[in-house]
């Protein structure tokens, strides 16, 4: 694959940083990710609630297998260094805006699409097999999410008019004073990881293979945006016609109430209107008794 040889042939020429270098090889994804259409929309300021609330579903599945896969290798000499729980750890802020957005039942309805599955199963085997990779996709998701944290939880405050903090925890680091002290730090504790050549090379494919996971993710979370969003749409109109015929048919009962109403008003006041016209009535209702009474026989 083109991206491959590209990475490959970065690998070979450059002999600087691991967070330099990991920077150089996914420099392409990480155009490719920002031009996708869920973080075109973050740019142009315009999310809609359904792409934040499935976004959010995806970020709890991606941050379990992660946080999980760390936790299991906190004491592995290349986690180790990057292992920062206090600060960085996702899962509970994802949870907390899922129950806002969901209920406390949350976890029934959740969904996610199969890129999404696919990411977290990754990173679960890696966990197991490669503890190492787990450095890039660390890396990959916790930095990006410090670095645009802060614009994006403005953003999606301002478009899905959120008051104060109520959907928003998982922008929000309460554990990191300074994010770009924080992310030098970071970057400093990652270069200090001590690899053998072929462990290096796997890890700056690793991160490309991340880039690759998170814009397939983006892909099929729009995918699923469009096809929920159009559902909802049928629905409404639906709704809409309901109530109109509802509206008709209620109106005509009505018109047909007000005829019967005047028909009724136009007899009773032609009862009352003469003593005469209600002489001549019994008359004729006593006629029509005694003709009844001659049909019977």
């Known amino acids: 694959m083109e991206t491959d040889k ?22 392409d994804s990480h155009v490719r990710a920002e031009n996708t259409e869920l973080m075109l929309a973050y740019q142009r300021g315009n999310v809609s609630l359904t792409q934040y609330k ?10 379990q297998a992660l946080e999980e896969a760390l936790d299991n290798n906190s004491n592995h000499p290349s986690v180790a260094p990057i292992y920062f729980p206090l600060e960085l750890a996702r899962l509970e802020s ?4 899922l129950e806002h957005f969901y ?27 490669n503890p190492e ?23 999606t405050q301002k ?57 397939q993710v983006f892909d099929d979370l729009q995918k699923m945006v469009s096809v929920t969003e159009t559902e909802s749409e049928l629905m409404h109109t639906t709704t809409r016609n309901r109530c109109t015929r509802h509206s008709s048919t209620h109106s005509e009962l009505a018109e047909g109430e007000k005829l019967t109403a005047r028909s009724l008003q136009i007899q009773t006041s032609l009862v009352n209107a003469s003593p005469l016209f209600r002489m001549v009535l019994g008359i004729c209702v006593a006629l029509a008794t005694v003709g009844m009474g001659i049909y019977a026989f």
């Not at 994802?94 to 805006?97: G, H, I, K, L």
Request: aromatic letters at 10%; hydrophobic letters at 35%; one cysteine or more.
């Open 103 to 129: 209920g406390q039942d949350w976890r029934e309805k959740i969904v996610v699409p199969a890129a999404t599955k696919i990411y977290a199963h990754r990173l679960r085997q890696i966990g197991k097999d």
């Open 159 to 215: 478009s899905l008019g959120l008051k104060g903090g109520e959907g928003l925890s998982f922008f929000s680091f309460p554990g990191v004073s300074s994010p770009n002290l924080f992310k030098q730090l970071y970057r400093s504790r990652m270069n200090s990881i001590e690899l053998e050549e072929e462990e290096r090379k796997g890890m700056l494919e690793e991160a490309v293979r991340a880039f690759e996971l998170n814009i």
């Open 54 to 63: 499935l976004l959010l579903c995806s970020l709890y599945e991606i941050y």
């Open 94 to 97: 994802v949870e907390r805006d």
């Open 6 to 27: 590209k990475m490959q042939t970065q690998v070979e020429l450059t002999d600087s940083d691991l967070s330099e270098q990991i920077k150089a090889v996914t420099k």
């Open 133 to 155: 990779y787990l450095v890039a996709h660390a890396y990959t998701r916790y930095l990006g999410d410090l670095s645009g944290g802060q614009v994006l939880g403005r953003i």
